[in-house]
């Protein structure tokens, strides 16, 4: 039975993390660290095991809101906001309906007609130094 346990348990490693991590639910380093210790419980078992203690621990400081960085935005709205892929922006946060303080000016259509075309002049010519 011992074989079935420890099958179940490296499945479990692996599919959870990652499954959070789409979801956005864990960040990136931490659904990562989770699939990889699941995948070596397959090799060093007792080193994984330890190690996988401490990133539960982790995840139980996650889920009471103590965790360091705070919990991500996934778990205060409820849905599946997932993480930006590399090289994308991230996503606006959602307005919370607060209001918020300070001024501004609105932008004319002529004005970003100037702008489009380039209002700022191009710069010129660099002169380079001469080596001796």
Same mark, same amino acid.
């Given at each position: 039975?011992?074989?079935?346990? /420890?099958?179940?348990?490296? /499945?479990?490693?692996?599919? /959870? #993390?990652l499954?959070a991590?789409?979801a956005?639910?864990l960040?990136r380093?931490?659904? $990562?660290? @989770? /699939?990889a210790?699941g995948a $070596?419980m397959?090799?060093?078992?007792?080193v &994984?095991?330890?190690? $996988?203690?401490?990133?539960?621990?982790?995840?139980?400081?996650?889920y009471? @809101?103590? %965790? #360091?960085?705070?919990?991500? *935005? &996934?778990?205060? =709205?409820?849905?599946?906001? *997932?993480? *930006?892929? #590399?090289?994308e922006? *991230?996503?606006a946060?959602?307005? =919370?309906?607060? =209001?918020?303080? @300070? +001024? %501004?000016?609105?932008v004319?259509?002529?004005? +970003? %007609?100037?702008? $489009?075309?380039?209002?700022?002049? #191009?710069p010129g010519?660099?002169k380079?130094?001469?080596?001796?």
């Open positions: 039975m011992l074989f079935p346990a /420890v099958l179940g348990l490296v /499945v479990m490693m692996i599919y /959870v #993390p499954q991590l789409r956005g639910l960040t380093f931490a659904g $990562s660290l @989770g /699939v210790l $070596s397959i090799l060093i078992l007792p &994984a095991l330890f190690a $996988s203690l401490l990133w539960l621990a982790y995840l139980g400081l996650l009471v @809101g103590r %965790a #360091p960085g705070g919990r991500p *935005p &996934a778990w205060e =709205t409820g849905e599946a906001i *997932p993480w *930006p892929k #590399p090289g922006e *991230p996503a946060p959602r307005q =919370t309906g607060r =209001t918020v303080e @300070g +001024e %501004a000016t609105e004319g259509a002529g004005d +970003e %007609a100037a702008a $489009s075309q380039g209002a700022q002049a #191009p010519k660099r380079r130094k001469r080596r001796r």
